[in-house]
Nanobody, 115 residues
């Protein structure tokens, strides 16, 4: 069984920064990719960023230049550094891990950007 757990959400003012963490644990042979989606109130879940096993990263256009995804492979952990946050970044952020052919999701962490 695999567990994916996010942390680091909270309330931040516009223009501020926040770093999310996501750890995968359990029976893990190798992780093909990990990443983040987000879901704002009343909207669909949208892709934010991913990092593949080779270290390649990709980002949604809306976060390019502001968000950075990184990883600690030894800890099966990824991070999402979010800078220059705006109220439009307010959402529940969900982490996922692709292990083999399976995709595992965390329960999400709420990020609120407000003054």
């Amino acid at each position: 069984q695999v567990q994916v757990v996010e942390s680091g959400g909270g309330l931040v003012q516009p223009g501020g920064s926040l770093r999310l963490s996501c750890a995968a644990s359990g029976t893990i042979a190798s992780i093909n990719a990990m990443g983040w989606y987000r879901q704002a109130p009343g909207k669909e879940r949208d892709f934010v960023a991913r990092i593949r096993s080779g270290g390649w990263t990709s980002y949604a256009d809306s976060v390019k230049g502001r968000f950075t995804i990184s990883r600690d492979s030894d800890k099966n952990t990824v991070y999402l550094q979010m800078n220059s946050l705006t109220p439009e970044d307010t959402a529940v952020y969900y982490c996922y891990a692709v292990i083999g052919s399976m995709m595992y999701w965390g329960k999400g962490t709420l990020v609120t950007v407000s003054s």
